[in-house]
């Protein structure tokens, strides 16, 4: 969909808009007021079209992309579009807070047992465990369980 509104396009826009299945549509078609009355009709429409759309993923990815607020895109409306982008936003935080581990991370002191934690944490996201981490971890696992003194 193009419409005056939208922000700067580059070559590879022009190329999925030129296949979109809106081209011939009113834009205004996708730029329901509210989400009662007529409005409905007009969102179900819209998304009519979007549902035989053949670039309605590229649509999707450039609305969320290019945090466009109004409109239906990739077959969705400002409520499903909200959603997706907080999806994508705790999938991001997620990635964010898990990174593999290398040697050049690992402290230069480090215990077994912190070694078998990072090893687990490895194991758990099916990432390679560095080679000084795998040798300490195995010496924590020959030694057992670490005994508190009292
Ligand atoms: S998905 Fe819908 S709004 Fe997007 S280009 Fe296709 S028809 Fe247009």
Redesign the pocket.
């Known amino acids: 969909?193009t419409t005056a509104r939208d922000p700067v396009h580059t070559s590879a826009d022009v190329v999925w808009?030129s296949r979109?299945?809106?081209?011939n549509?009113d834009p205004e078609l996708?730029f329901p007021i509210g989400d009662t009355g007529p409005a409905v009709r007009q969102i179900v429409d819209?998304k009519a079209?979007?549902d035989r759309?053949p670039?309605?993923a590229y649509?999707?990815t450039w609305a969320l992309t290019n945090g466009i607020r109004h409109g239906?895109?990739?077959?969705m409306d400002m409520e499903e579009q909200e959603r997706s982008r907080r999806r994508e936003d705790r999938a991001r935080s997620r990635d964010a807070r898990h990174w593999v581990v290398t040697d050049a991370d690992l402290p230069d002191v480090l215990t077994p047992q912190r070694a078998a934690a990072i090893q687990r944490n490895a194991q758990r996201h099916s990432d390679p465990v560095p080679e000084r981490v795998r040798r300490l971890a195995g010496a924590a696992r020959k030694r057992g369980p670490k005994v508190r003194s009292q």
């Not at 979109?20 to 081209?23: G, H």
């Open positions: 969909m808009r979109a299945a809106c081209r549509e996708f819209a079209v979007c759309c670039v309605e649509c999707l239906i895109w990739g077959g």
